[in-house]
């Protein structure tokens, strides 16, 4: 354990990014905020530090439990931060109204059948449906 570490290094070690350039990238790109404002690559963390880290469609809310400038294993890992109960309730509600969404958009009312396919290509011809 580190007594000192910089946010991209220990974003890395607590396995957010797979590589300390996409946690810089990260940082540099605003998706990652320490106890409320924008951080540096370079800012030194400490144990108690709250981080808001952006990844794709989620948003976890962090503490620093920990410090490490090492990558390890998952379970070690684990033992550096706790996310809040709130950001996890908040990233599966967003889940389930994403995957609800999906399944509400793909194909509502199936394949089309024979009539549905003549239809459509009479549209693409631009002329009225025959028979």
Not at 68 to 85: F, I, M, P, V, W
Request: one cysteine or more; hydrophobic letters at 40%.
């Amino acid at each position: 354990m580190a007594d000192a570490v910089r946010l991209d290094k220990w974003l890395w070690a607590a396995r957010f990014f797979r590589t300390r350039a996409k946690a810089k990238a990260a940082i540099e790109g605003g998706k990652v905020h320490c106890n409320g404002q924008r951080a540096k690559a370079a800012k030194t963390v400490a144990v108690g530090d709250q981080l808001t880290i952006r990844q794709g469609f989620d948003e976890k809310a962090v503490t620093i439990l920990g410090l490490d400038d090492q990558r390890g294993d998952a379970t070690r890992a684990a033992t550096l931060y706790e996310e809040s109960a709130e950001s996890i309730a908040a990233r599966e509600a967003a889940a389930a109204t994403r995957r609800a969404h999906r399944l509400a958009i793909s194909h509502p009312l199936g394949r089309p059948d024979r009539d549905d396919r003549r239809a459509l290509e009479a549209l693409k011809r631009g002329g009225a449906e025959e028979g």
